[in-house]
């Protein structure tokens, strides 16, 4: 209790602290295309908060494409955030807080003072598709180095992705909401960004984890085409869309538990009646997601082929790519196990190691758990090349084994990529930096997914429930060089800004592709050969079905 009182005066007193430099700041008007904005200066930067880039999602717009926002006529203050997306499941201290919110189709600008035709960096939030939200990411770094920021909520969970006979044949496009959400807001950016110094020919897309998803779905979409220049995946740029069929199957499950009868427009319109908070509670709990709730889609139209079939046929939107991950994924979702069960329980125990063996490689394997299978004798091969005894302890045994496969997907993404657009790939390895997540007795933090955003976004410690700690001088440093080389990429497609070192061009040349390291006291380089043996992708590659 003690922490979680002092995780809310904190957030208390922060919030007040936001309002008391709000009431200094001077205030900016301007005019964009739907009507005036008042936003904030604040030292060298300028603030617009809230600004709604569709109308609010909700009664008939419910499960329907993102459509324009109502103009305005009188200034509208844009110093507050507008409202998070309707979410439940909040990944421990990572997201929240829950919410029903449906009117939530917001976005932030943040750009230097006096910026004139500057690089735009695109801000897609992640959160497993199910939480998160803008306001947890401080740009004022990435502004510092000359970027103009956008951060965006987006339709999350149930409500932006949805596959359901009913509202499939609507005759609209259908089931991947959340994407056309982030689209709908790189055309408010195409369309508006002028306005705040911005460069609507320079835009990046950009995310982490499933915003790195979410990135990497754009860039498949063609939809999205000439809506961005360039694009960076951050521990995500790997995932597959989910069958139609599958998603379409808990849609209709989801209305069934719902109560939902009939079909077509009455079973629509029964679904759009329903209360959000039932929504909510058919979503899942605050520590795990629900049977009904799945992901981005292979609908046809918004991403109409796999991503690896779209990658190698070149059925892609061509642009730059920087694509990496960090050394430990898997320890955050150890992380979050920990944070719902509690002390003193140890991080992972050689039966969950087992366990999750087991349910991981002893069922379907497809995107969204749908097929195809694991060939039989699978789990048993899991376990005999991850062997206890090879590892100090459970957790990072576990860690291995979480993180291993999906950097080898990510490998094989970058090498598809590389011989078409140009890659540069990274792993982020310091292995000390701060976590956000409580004291958990047992528990090692190591780079773990999400540990690399407090380096761009200065603070960054997750939802209201996260706890903040500096940076040292030598993280400090690392977060200037990894900034630096995020505004470059933004500018010119090259994170050296020339050239090809201290980060080499990724060559997709199995055994000799170069790879950057951002770690501590300095970054190095690491050929592919060393992150084949790091990661076991000999292993995988004949392990792995999709």
Same mark, same amino acid.
Request: with cysteine; aromatic share 10%; net charge positive.
């Given at each position: 209790?003690a922490?979680?009182?002092?995780?809310?005066?904190?957030?208390a007193?922060?919030?007040?602290a936001?309002?008391?430099?709000?009431?200094?700041?001077?205030?900016?008007?301007?005019?964009?295309?739907?009507?005036? @904005?008042?936003?904030? /200066?604040?030292?060298? *930067?300028?603030?617009f908060?809230?600004?709604?880039?569709?109308?609010?999602?909700?009664?008939?717009?419910?499960? *329907?494409?993102?459509?324009?926002?109502?103009?305005?006529?009188?200034?509208?203050?844009?110093?507050?955030?507008?409202?998070?997306?309707?979410?439940?499941?909040?990944?421990?201290?990572?997201?929240?807080?829950?919410?029903?919110?449906?009117?939530?189709?917001?976005?932030?600008?943040?750009?230097?003072?006096?910026?004139?035709? !500057?690089?735009?960096?695109?801000?897609i939030?992640?959160?497993?598709?199910?939480?998160?939200?803008?306001?947890?990411?401080?740009?004022?770094?990435?502004?510092?180095?000359?970027?103009?920021?956008?951060?965006?909520?987006?339709?999350?969970?149930?409500?932006?992705?949805l596959?359901?006979?009913?509202?499939?044949?609507?005759?609209?496009?259908f089931?991947?909401?959340?994407?056309?959400?982030?689209?709908?807001?790189?055309?408010?950016?195409?369309?508006?960004?002028?306005?705040f110094?911005?460069?609507?020919?320079n835009?990046?897309?950009?995310g982490?984890?499933?915003?790195?998803?979410?990135?990497?779905?754009?860039? @498949?979409?063609?939809?999205?085409?000439?809506?961005?220049?360039?694009?960076?995946?951050?521990?995500?740029?790997?995932?597959?869309?989910?069958?139609?069929?599958?998603?379409?199957?808990?849609?209709?499950?989801?209305?069934?538990?719902?109560?939902?009868?009939?079909?077509?427009?009455? *079973?629509?319109?029964?679904?759009?009646? !329903?209360?959000?908070?039932?929504?909510?509670?058919?979503?899942?709990?605050?520590?795990? #997601?629900?049977?009904?709730?799945?992901?981005?889609?292979?609908?046809?139209?918004?991403?109409?082929? /796999?991503?690896?079939?779209?990658?190698?046929?070149?059925?892609?939107?061509?642009?730059?790519?920087?694509?990496?991950?960090?050394?430990?994924?898997?320890?955050?979702?150890?992380g979050? #196990?920990?944070?719902?069960?509690?002390?003193?329980?140890?991080?992972?125990?050689?039966a969950?190691?087992?366990?999750?063996?087991?349910?991981?490689?002893?069922?379907?394997?497809?995107?969204?758990?749908?097929?195809?299978?694991?060939?039989?004798? #699978?789990?048993?091969?899991?376990?005999?090349?991850?062997?206890?005894?090879?590892?100090?302890?459970?957790?990072?045994?576990?860690?291995?084994?979480?993180?291993?496969?999906?950097?080898?997907?990510?490998?094989?993404?970058? /090498?598809?990529?590389?011989?078409?657009?140009?890659?540069?790939?990274?792993?982020?390895?310091?292995?000390?930096?701060?976590?956000?997540?409580?004291?958990?007795?047992?528990?090692?933090? !190591?780079a773990?997914?999400?540990?690399? !955003?407090?380096?761009?976004?200065?603070?960054?410690?997750?939802?209201?429930?996260?706890?903040?700690?500096? @940076?040292?001088?030598?993280?400090?440093?690392?977060?200037?060089?990894?900034?630096?080389?995020?505004?470059?990429?933004?500018?010119?497609?090259n994170?050296?800004?020339?050239?090809?070192?201290?980060?080499?061009?990724?060559?997709?040349?199995?055994?000799?592709?170069?790879?950057?390291?951002?770690?501590?006291?300095?970054?190095?380089?690491?050929?592919?050969?060393?992150?084949?043996? /790091?990661?076991?992708?000999?292993?995988?590659?004949?392990?792995?079905?999709?």
């Amino acid at each position: 209790m003690a922490g979680v009182f002092l995780r809310r005066f904190a957030a208390a007193a922060m919030a007040m602290a936001l309002q008391l430099a709000a009431a200094n700041a001077a205030s900016i008007p301007l005019h964009i295309k739907d009507g005036p @904005l008042l936003g904030t /200066r604040s030292g060298g *930067m300028v603030s617009f908060l809230g600004i709604p880039y569709a109308a609010p999602p909700v009664g008939h717009l419910r499960w *329907m494409p993102p459509t324009p926002p109502a103009p305005w006529t009188a200034p509208r203050p844009a110093t507050a955030f507008g409202p998070s997306c309707a979410q439940i499941t909040t990944l421990g201290p990572f997201a929240g807080p829950a919410n029903a919110n449906e009117d939530c189709l917001y976005l932030n600008v943040f750009a230097p003072a006096g910026a004139k035709k !500057l690089p735009v960096l695109f801000w897609i939030h992640g959160g497993g598709n199910i939480d998160g939200r803008s306001n947890d990411y401080d740009a004022g770094k990435l502004v510092k180095a000359g970027l103009v920021v956008v951060t965006i909520n987006y339709r999350l969970g149930l409500f932006g992705f949805l596959g359901q006979p009913a509202l499939d044949a609507e005759g609209h496009s259908f089931g991947n909401y959340a994407i056309l959400d982030q689209q709908a807001a790189l055309r408010w950016v195409h369309d508006n960004i002028a306005a705040f110094g911005g460069d609507p020919g320079n835009v990046t897309i950009a995310g982490q984890s499933a915003g790195a998803s979410s990135a990497s779905f754009n860039v @498949l979409s063609p939809l999205a085409k000439g809506l961005f220049q360039r694009a960076i995946y951050e521990s995500g740029g790997y995932n597959a869309p989910i069958a139609l069929a599958v998603t379409e199957d808990k849609g209709v499950k989801l209305a069934a538990a719902a109560g939902c009868k009939g079909a077509g427009a009455a *079973m629509a319109a029964c679904l759009r009646k !329903l209360p959000a908070q039932k929504l909510l509670a058919l979503s899942g709990t605050a520590s795990a #997601t629900g049977p009904y709730t799945s992901g981005p889609m292979l609908d046809g139209r918004v991403l109409p082929e /796999r991503a690896l079939d779209a990658y190698i046929a070149g059925h892609f939107n061509h642009v730059p790519v920087m694509n990496g991950m960090v050394a430990d994924e898997g320890n955050f979702n150890i992380g979050i #196990t920990e944070f719902y069960s509690g002390p003193p329980r140890a991080a992972v125990t050689a039966a969950d190691f087992k366990a999750y063996a087991a349910k991981t490689y002893g069922g379907n394997a497809g995107a969204g758990g749908g097929p195809p299978a694991y060939p039989k004798g #699978t789990v048993e091969a899991v376990l005999a090349h991850y062997p206890l005894k090879n590892y100090a302890s459970p957790q990072l045994a576990q860690d291995a084994l979480m993180t291993d496969p999906i950097s080898c997907r990510s490998r094989r993404t970058a /090498r598809i990529l590389a011989p078409q657009v140009p890659v540069y790939d990274y792993t982020f390895d310091e292995a000390t930096a701060p976590t956000y997540f409580p004291v958990m007795p047992g528990y090692k933090s !190591l780079a773990y997914h999400t540990a690399d !955003l407090q380096f761009l976004f200065a603070g960054y410690h997750g939802g209201p429930d996260g706890i903040s700690h500096p @940076l040292n001088p030598a993280q400090q440093k690392l977060s200037d060089r990894m900034v630096s080389a995020w505004a470059n990429f933004a500018r010119s497609g090259n994170p050296n800004g020339a050239g090809n070192a201290p980060w080499p061009k990724f060559t997709g040349t199995e055994g000799t592709a170069l790879y950057l390291s951002q770690n501590i006291p300095a970054i190095s380089t690491f050929t592919d050969s060393q992150f084949v043996a /790091r990661h076991q992708c000999g292993f995988w590659e004949k392990t792995l079905v999709y």
